[in-house]
């Protein structure tokens, strides 16, 4: 069956250090999205892409990035982790279909905590 | 821009009893809506969506909501609770002129008591 993969699953990082959560899908869906998840706020857009080649930036972008060189993969990167960044992290994808609407489906979450 | 309100961030309700989770959107363009469940340590799963073609919709697990353009309102309900409802719901709205994104309310945990 398709699906949709986060890993890691948890992950306890030092402030100031790299971190790069996958994601990988098998539907074959052109969109891809990053949520972070934060109580009381819901989910929140971090990064999306339409395609290979194609990331755009979300509301919450700032301290983070996307590459996407494959349809099946959207690695998302901290480039310098900060306290502020500990959260869930929700990766999702869509088929891009004319007329709409596209359904998200989302993968189990990444839980990133930086001390 | 769109904004999405869920009335509630907990609501507890017991076994059998009805289930009414509110949401209310705010957006420039006729929208998509969409409510989606988190059991814990879930990822979310989509309940249902309301596409335009009719006002009251029906989804998964015995949910299903009514788009009300004049109270520019798509509350949640399902005639009676069962315990494996308690979870988070989100309603969510989607911008025909923005692409795919989804915009989410904060959630609204349901509790439900025996």
């Known amino acids: 069956d398709a699906e949709i993969t986060q890993s890691p699953r948890h992950k306890i990082t030092e402030t100031g250090r790299q971190v790069t959560l996958a994601c990988h899908q098998t539907w074959n869906h052109n969109n891809m999205f990053w949520y972070r998840q934060d109580l009381g706020h819901g989910l929140r857009l971090i990064h999306y892409s339409y395609g290979v080649q194609d990331t755009n930036k979300g509301e919450v972008s700032d301290g983070y990035s996307v590459s996407r060189s494959n349809t099946e993969d959207l690695p998302l990167t901290l480039e310098s982790a900060a306290s502020s960044q500990t959260s869930v992290y929700f990766c999702?994808?869509?088929?891009?279909?004319?007329?709409?609407?596209?359904?998200?489906?989302f993968g189990p979450g990444t839980r990133l905590t930086v001390l | 821009a769109q904004s999405v309100t869920q009335l509630g961030s907990h609501v507890s309700v017991s076994e059998g009893a009805l289930v009414l989770l509110r949401c209310n959107y705010s957006s420039s363009v006729p929208p998509y809506l969409f409510w989606y469940v988190q059991y814990p340590n879930q990822g979310l799963q989509l309940l249902l969506k309301y596409t335009s073609a009719a006002t009251l919709v029906k989804g998964i697990n015995g949910f299903e909501a009514e788009f009300k353009k004049s109270e520019t309102s798509f509350h949640l309900t399902k005639p009676s609770a069962h315990m494996s409802d308690a979870a988070e719901y989100f309603c969510a709205v989607s911008d025909r002129n923005a692409g795919n994104m989804l915009t989410f309310g904060g959630g609204t945990r349901l509790m439900v008591k025996p």
């Open positions: 999702a994808s869509s088929e891009s279909t004319s007329g709409g609407p596209d359904t998200q489906y």
